[in-house]
């Protein structure tokens, strides 16, 4: 049985055009290691192995591994065998080339377009997603992993061959049935299954819509503070957005006089705001459809952990009260789940339903399919529903337990938003303290929050720590915000009068 080196190797040997056997196989390992397709620390296999793999003689293979070991591209370990040296020898270069690597390029050819720079210079995502006190992450420890596993297996011992391929008709039909049941329920959503689309996260969701529904320069109006994803994709996709203030009851909605271009799109999170937690009443939900019949705009309504409501019932959908199909519903099982099922899903409207599905199909080649068909019957035989009545009770404990540690050790003015809901609650800081400066600080210990002023477009108007608390065990909650009450404390020109 050849390996991958013995592939390589055979193959280079028989592009060479000339020379003997064994200077072909030094050319092709050398060459092989100074560009890198062999790297470093490559454990070769051993000279009889390889000689039999290519149908040489085991001295030919000897005489060349040899060569490259006293030119220091090789190096033997005893007991171990022959590997690809850590530090390699500088190739020869033709008189009149230069060398070409990424710290001499001057071409332009390997920098990012503008918007590329944009969206690292805003960029809020993090490279931990896991533990106290990321926001947005729900408690994966929780997750039916065995009740899931066993509807797989039940799946797989009679599987339909089209699971295996790409999906199409924007998504699998039985998710897609079990969803408009759900949806109906428990968000008061209306819609067929034709008007289901399953993708990939909410920001492929959105970027579709970006893509297929908008041109560069087109206005969206976005929260402010509002979720930094929102922003990363629909202005990397050349959008212009729009910060709107979001008060107590959502995004505050000018008048109609005051708006001189009316927005193309509209994306808000009126369940639960992202971040600060406050949910838009009736009455301006009326008023932003009504806007937004009366310019042609759509909204659309990322509805990312409505299912956390803590005491009292979900407050219905904007969705189920829009009568002129103005609104895109977005919904995800990154929340109730966990985010590494990558399955979202979109309500549109029927106008758009089948081409939106061909659309999504010709850029991201949906698949899932076994994923798909797993979620359906965990929806369809009520383990969903149950997974979520159990975490929405835990998590209401988790919060209890944070609020509790936080009036106790800082005060109750420290807690920054009054929604009994979600999977995160806003610490509220004095205007003097860095918030940024002292999520970075907490960060060397191991606490991991988001500052909320760089959830602001424009200049930040509130400072505070975005702490969710769903991954943090009751018991373990004031141990484990102790590091945040200490480092607060340190700042003792911005909170002496505090403690």
């Known amino acids: 049985m050849r390996t991958l080196v013995g592939d390589l190797v055979a193959y280079r040997i028989g592009q060479a055009m000339s020379g003997t056997l064994g200077k072909r196989l030094y050319d092709a390992l050398q060459q092989s290691i100074q560009e890198g397709t062999l790297a470093p620390g490559t454990r070769l296999p051993a000279s009889r192995d390889l000689a039999a793999e290519l149908e040489v003689s085991r001295n030919t293979v000897i ?281 979202s899903y979109m309500v549109v409207p029927k106008p758009l339903a089948e081409r939106l599905k061909i659309a999504h199909s010709e850029l991201y080649r949906g698949g899932y399919g076994i994923t798909q068909l797993t979620l359906a019957e965990f929806i369809r035989e009520g383990h969903y529903a149950a997974h979520v009545r159990q975490m929405r009770q835990l998590y209401s404990r988790r919060r209890e337990a944070l609020v509790e540690v936080i009036c106790r050790e800082l005060g109750p003015e420290f807690i920054g938003q009054n929604s009994n809901a979600g999977l995160h609650l806003i610490l509220a800081l004095p205007e003097t303290v860095d918030d940024v400066a002292l999520s970075r600080l907490l960060e060397q210990q191991e606490v991991w929050t988001r500052p909320l002023s760089v959830y602001y477009q424009a200049e930040a108007k509130r400072r505070g720590l975005i702490l969710g608390y769903a991954c943090v065990d009751e018991a373990a909650m004031a141990e484990t915000f102790m590091p945040i009450v200490r480092c607060l404390k340190s700042q003792n020109s911005a909170c002496a009068g505090k403690f």
């Open 63 to 343: 005489a060349a591994y040899e060569q490259l070991q006293s030119e220091g591209y090789l190096k033997t370990r005893k007991g171990s065998g022959t590997f690809i040296s850590d530090r390699l020898p500088e190739p020869d270069m033709p008189v009149g080339e230069e060398r070409l690597d990424g710290a001499q390029n001057t071409s332009g050819q390997l920098t990012l377009s503008r918007r590329g720079e944009q969206l690292l210079s805003r960029s809020g995502a993090s490279q931990r997603q896991w533990g106290a006190f990321m926001p947005g992450v729900p408690d994966v420890r929780h997750f039916p992993h065995k009740t899931w596993q066993k509807i797989v297996r039940r799946l797989n011992a009679r599987l339909p061959v089209e699971l295996l391929s790409y999906s199409q008709h924007g998504g699998y039909a039985p998710l897609q049935h079990a969803l408009v049941d759900y949806l109906r329920v428990a968000r008061s959503v209306r819609c067929t299954t034709d008007q289901i689309l399953i993708t990939s996260g909410t920001h492929q969701s959105l970027d579709l819509l970006a893509k297929m529904l908008f041109n560069p320069g087109d206005r969206v109006w976005v929260e402010e503070p509002g979720y930094w994803g929102h922003r990363s994709v629909l202005e990397i996709n050349g959008l212009q957005t729009v910060p709107v203030t979001v008060d107590d009851d959502g995004m505050q909605l000018p008048s109609t006089g005051e708006v001189t271009v009316p927005p193309g799109l509209i994306c808000v999170t009126p369940s639960h705001q992202y971040p600060t937690g406050s949910v838009m009443g009736l009455e301006r939900r009326k008023a932003l459809l009504m806007q937004a019949k009366a310019w042609g705009s759509l909204i659309v309504e990322d509805d990312y952990d409505s299912e956390f409501r803590y005491g009292e019932n979900p407050i219905s959908s904007l969705q189920g009260l829009d009568a002129s199909d103005s609104v895109i519903y977005l919904g995800t099982f990154s929340k109730t789940l966990y985010p590494g099922l990558r399955t």
